[in-house]
């Protein structure tokens, strides 16, 4: 396996990493999912995905036609004996857990599920690397919204507290504890094993249909030429393109299988402070970048308890992993509503996101 630098990180050097590997995706019918998932088919791995069933709607994963080119499972990774069994089976080298229940929103409606989803769920994922014993890197996805959020105006550091007031984030923390545990107890003792956490959060891209995101509610608004409607403008995030976080995973995981013992923790992978933006200024950017529709504010404040100010400190990613972001947030707004008009006349979605990948991980990247 070559070397793989952060800066230098192009699609003849993921190639060299992941062709012919056996690669275990969870969560492969989702935004990110499904990003990572194709980057890894066109770097010429053997990919399985271990998922529910996409959302209704449009998918992402359907519109790349990726049940095709990869090995797909529709699970629940609550079920340990299924997921056991598959991943077991299939024996990968490198594991990428991503499924979760990602919406805030969605937390407060049905609580239950999203801890049984994000806690208990990736217990079950950490048992089955437990007892797989081909992996050799294991890349475990959380959330920014792991941390305790005192609403710093600095970046948090992965050294920093957990926790969470909504039930979302206090699942993501959970979900770095028992991360922390199984590392401690059971994986840490494999010396061939590199096993480490990622926290990245607000991700845009195309392909994003979920409910209740900004991006997805301006491209539906602009598609009818409505409006959107902003219940907390003024918050601020650290907005990237989906493929930023995904870069710092795939080299995470490269770094993991070289030296397993020295990359193996907590890492956070985002933008620099200069790159926050207000919710309101990422609507409206998108909205004029689509040519449709308009913003308008909700006089009544939110009724549930959303974060105001949440941004990272990457300083350790950038240091130790040599990862920088490549897109700055003008230029992660302007590829996502490209890829969004792209749809809307009837372009191919799968040239649509290989062009972008092209461009981000090209070879004079």
């Known amino acids: 396996m070559g070397a793989v630098t952060g800066k230098g990180m192009n699609m003849e050097l993921l190639r060299d990493a992941f062709a012919g590997k056996r690669v275990f995706v969870t969560g492969h019918t989702g935004f990110k999912g499904s990003w990572l998932a194709f980057i890894l088919a066109e770097a010429g791995a053997e990919v399985m995905g271990y998922a529910l069933p996409p959302a209704g709607g449009p998918s992402h994963f359907e519109l790349l036609q990726l049940s095709h080119r990869i090995a797909h499972v529709e699970g629940d990774i609550r079920d340990g004996a299924a997921l056991d069994s598959a991943m077991m089976a299939f024996r990968p080298e490198f594991v990428f857990h991503l499924a979760a229940q990602a919406l805030v929103k969605e937390s407060y409606t049905d609580p239950v599920t999203t801890f049984d989803t994000n806690m208990m769920g990736s217990v079950r994922v950490l048992d089955a690397v437990r007892r797989t014993e081909s992996v050799r890197s294991l890349v475990y996805v959380t959330s920014d919204k792991c941390y305790a959020n005192a609403e710093w105006v600095w970046g948090y550091r992965e050294t920093d507290r957990l926790g969470g007031r909504d039930p979302y984030s206090a699942s993501k923390a959970a979900a770095e504890i028992v991360f922390s545990a199984y590392t401690s107890s059971y994986l840490s003792s494999r010396p061939d094993l590199g096993a480490a956490s990622a926290r990245a959060g607000n991700v845009i891209g195309g392909g994003d249909w979920a409910a209740d995101r900004i991006v997805p509610d301006c491209v539906r608004a602009a598609a009818d030429d409505g409006v959107i409607q902003l219940r907390n403008p003024e918050a601020t995030r650290p907005w990237q393109h989906v493929l930023e976080p995904l870069s710092g995973y795939l080299l995470l995981a490269v770094r993991l299988r070289q030296q397993p013992q020295e990359f193996a923790g907590a890492w956070n992978f985002g933008p620099s402070s200069s790159e926050v933006r207000t919710v309101r200024e990422v609507a409206t950017t998108v909205i004029e970048g689509l040519g449709r529709g308009r913003v308008e504010i909700v006089g ?29 947030v003008d230029k992660s707004l302007e590829e996502t509503a490209e890829w969004y008009r792209g749809m809307q006349s009837g372009a191919d979605p799968t040239a649509l996101t290989r062009t972008q990948v092209v461009e981000y991980f090209g070879d004079n990247a």
């Open 300 to 328: 009544t404040p939110p009724t549930l308890h959303e974060a105001n100010l949440l941004q990272l400190n990457c300083d350790k990613a950038h240091q130790c992993l040599d990862w920088h972001p490549r897109w700055n």
